[in-house]
């Protein structure tokens, strides 16, 4: 198997085995061309014992998998305070969104959103505007 078969065979992602594969300290060698590496099913609980002793010897920002979206989470969640924060100063509620996978709620969702867009579009044509043209009106 290829480290990604291996990485997801151990609990782990693809580039931090290889990074724990490329390590001076890693008994493990590439075959072949291009750095590639290739595991046997048996070799599975050694490989997954010796990551797991390298990563507990690394500091916990190497440790720690990277989240791609937790700087996008904390801008939503900052945006969505202040969202919250307004609704309350002027006596409103939360706004609760059902699970968008219950098929009534996507239904309702898509058919509220609909009646939006319609009626964005009547107010458009009524200024003698039309979708296309509001990016040239609006400079």
Known sequence: MDTKQAATAIGTEARVLRRFLRDPK????????????????????????????WQQAKPAAVRAPRDPDAKQREIDEAVWAEEAAARANRGLGPIVIGDLRDRQVLARVRRVAAAREDRLNERLMAAGLHISQMNRRAS
């Open 26 to 53: 890693s008994k493990h060698s590439t075959v072949g061309s291009g750095s590639r590496y290739d595991f046997k099913e048996e070799q599975l609980a050694d490989l997954k014992r010796e990551f797991m002793s």
